[in-house]
């Protein structure tokens, strides 16, 4: 529990400085660099993958494609993907006695699907000048809150198992505590942005809506559930504890952001095609 704290913090005092240095390259930076590793956990600690030239190739196209939403390289980045599968075929056909097409297949699904989602957090910077912190931070929480409510609601509170095959720690009780923490969770940030957003932009007010955070919340924490539970589903498939070690007491990077990378495209989903304003600004 100690250990598990410490590197929590750790991570905390990480994204407050790339929140502070949320206008400056620093923050896609840092979201390249957490795909690159997300993608090399996920092709390296599940055995999936261990020729050299793809984990290298793979780990490339995960940090390029976050990294270059604010670039000329963005409007080319189909071109990059036909590129990184061309060269898993051309490795494919000439290494096809060594490297199981299932392997490649895995590969590419991760190396695509996981940096585009990763690219959603700096698009929104990109494109929502006085709301994309905002926003970026509602994706992380959907992502957080459920499971820290349900991790320490299940701990104290946990009889009822969720999914013992996928993940026997979790339990019904923290499932729905993770949801009533998502929806307190985000119903505080939106008042702490409406406070701390005039004071950093050039605006008179920041107005979340809350009603939509309300409903918003669970919605975004049923997704993050989902992403977790697929990533236990790996994990159980491939034998291993953890994606990595990088975070003590937590594991990877994957260990970590696993459900953020299923809120990701749910929210973004939500913010283009809902009928209202997530915020009103003045």
């Keep these: 529990m100690k250990t598990r704290l410490v590197t929590s913090a750790a ?19 840092a979201i390249a660099f957490v795909s690159a590793v997300a993608v090399y956990e996920l092709l390296v600690s599940t055995s999936y993958i261990k020729d050299k030239i793809i984990i290298s190739a793979s780990v490339a196209l995960g940090f390029i494609i976050p990294a270059s939403v604010d670039t000329a390289v963005w409007a080319h980045r189909f071109l990059i993907y036909i590129t990184y599968g061309s060269v898993l075929s051309t490795i494919l056909l000439l290494r096809y006695e060594d490297i199981d097409f299932r392997n490649i297949a895995a590969a590419l699904m991760i190396s ?15 494109n929502y000048a006085y709301t ?31 999914s013992p095959k996928i993940s026997p720690q979790k339990t019904v009780e923290g499932f729905f505590g993770g949801f009533a923490t998502a929806v307190a969770g985000y119903l505080l940030m939106g008042w702490i942005f409406s406070i701390v957003m005039p004071m950093v932009y050039p605006i008179i007010f920041f107005r979340p809506n809350y009603v939509y955070l309300f409903l918003l919340a669970p919605v975004l924490a049923s997704a993050a559930v989902s992403g977790d539970l697929l990533a236990s589903v790996l994990k159980r498939q491939t034998g291993i504890k953890d994606y990595g070690k990088i975070m003590p007491g937590h594991g990877g990077i994957m260990d970590r952001f696993d459900s953020v990378l299923f809120v990701a495209p749910v929210f973004y989903i939500a913010l283009q095609y809902l009928p209202f304003n997530l915020v009103t600004l003045g």
């Design 112 to 126: 695509v699907l996981v940096p585009s989602m990763f690219a959603i957090l700096v698009n929104l910077r990109t």
């Design 132 to 162: 994309g912190m905002f926003y970026v931070m509602l994706i992380f929480g959907g992502g957080w809150f459920p499971d820290a409510g349900a991790y320490f609601i299940g701990t104290f509170w946990g009889r009822h198992k969720l």
């Design 11 to 29: 991570a905390l005092f990480v994204l407050a400085l790339a929140l502070i240095f949320f206008d400056t390259f620093f923050f896609p930076f």
